[in-house]
């Protein structure tokens, strides 16, 4: 979802730790789609959240808009439900009145919630009244009101970590950054998917500049090789 909303041009950041009580939000400024997520959550209530705003924003930003109606909340919920648990798909992935956990087994599919699916499959009249409330209560026994065990890991924004790669490579750290923009490095790392970590820095002082990951050049067929590219990729 993240990528999803990057390649159409949202620009796309996390929240600070002390804002875990906000899920997410979005705004639109001198035409540019932003959208601001909670890190702190599960990475399925990550990418329902993403496409909540998603919806706020192409269903409520017109005109560039960012004060939402009233109704716009229960609309959004509807819209992240629907995109990313078509109607066609789940009736064709899960049975009528499913077992907890055919309904833990289907939510990889989809990448969403356990409860997010069940609310879904119930909008679609899948679910009796009273197995709808039973697979709640199931759920709710085994953790999944709290949070998602075993659960995904979070989507990350591709185009800071390629812009913060580009940095690195260019020998501009964090903290020349965080200078330029007038903040600090711990609160800039909040505002980017924490996507610096603790090395030396160029002038032999200690600073957060980004790690890029290593990356791996495998072979097709029986054979394989593996080789640690560093900093980049050759061509």
Excluded at 36 to 47: A, P, Q
Excluded at 121 to 132: P, Q, S, V
């Amino acid at each position: 979802m993240v990528h999803l909303l990057e390649a159409n041009g949202v620009r796309v950041f996390s929240l600070a730790p002390e804002y875990r009580d906000v899920d997410a939000f979005s705004f639109w400024e001198k035409g540019t789609p932003f959208v601001v997520l909670n890190t702190m959550k599960s990475g399925e209530r990550g990418r329902f959240d993403a496409a909540h705003e998603l919806g706020h924003l192409v269903m409520h930003g017109h005109n560039g808009c960012s004060l939402w109606p009233k109704e716009s909340e229960r609309e959004a919920n509807q819209f992240a439900s629907a995109f990313l648990m078509p109607r066609m798909s789940v009736r064709s992935t899960v049975a009528n009145n499913p077992t907890t956990d055919q309904i833990l087994r289907a939510k990889q599919h989809w990448r969403v919630a356990a409860l997010a699916l069940v609310y879904r499959a119930n909008d679609l009249g899948m679910f009796t009244e009273w197995n709808y409330r039973r697979c709640l209560i199931e759920l709710g026994k085994l953790g999944y009101r709290m949070g998602e065990p075993g659960g995904i890991e979070r989507e990350k924004s591709q185009v800071l970590q390629k812009i913060l790669l580009g940095m690195h490579q260019k020998r501009i750290s964090a903290s020349v950054m965080s200078q330029a923009l007038d903040t600090y490095v711990e609160d800039l790392n909040s505002l980017v998917f924490d996507l610096f970590v603790t090395v030396d820095d160029f002038d032999g002082s200690s600073a957060q500049v980004f790690e890029p990951p290593v990356l791996r050049l495998v072979s097709g067929g029986a054979r394989s090789s593996e080789q640690h590219l560093g900093r980049r990729l050759a061509p």
